[in-house]
């Protein structure tokens, strides 16, 4: 096996988790710090399809620009997603 798979691998298996978790969480801070996650190992990815443009731009608007609006967002508002009640 060579190193580039290995990277891969371990991308994919990183942005699996941290995808489940930004869903299962029910702390959006956390939620958004997940999906920031899934969009830097996005990034990597581009960057191993030698991608370099596209993998500036997700690693500089997914999980810069986007994490940063979200997380403004939520000191707005509150922290903890409410669960309605029935």
Request: no cysteine; hydrophobic share 70%.
């Given at each position: 096996m060579?190193?580039?798979?290995?990277v891969t691998v371990f991308c994919v298996v990183v942005m699996i988790?941290?995808?489940y978790f930004a869903i299962i969480t029910h702390d959006l801070v956390s939620s958004v710090l997940g999906s920031s996650v899934v969009s830097l190992m996005a990034s990597i990815l581009f960057l191993i399809l030698?991608?370099?443009?596209v993998a500036m731009t997700e690693a500089a608007i997914g999980?810069?620009?986007?994490?940063?609006?979200?997380?403004?967002?939520?000191r707005k508002t509150d922290r903890f997603e409410k669960h309605e009640e029935q």
């Open positions: 060579n190193i580039v798979l290995i988790v941290a995808a030698h991608a370099p443009d999980a810069g620009l986007s994490t940063f609006v979200f997380l403004i967002a939520i």
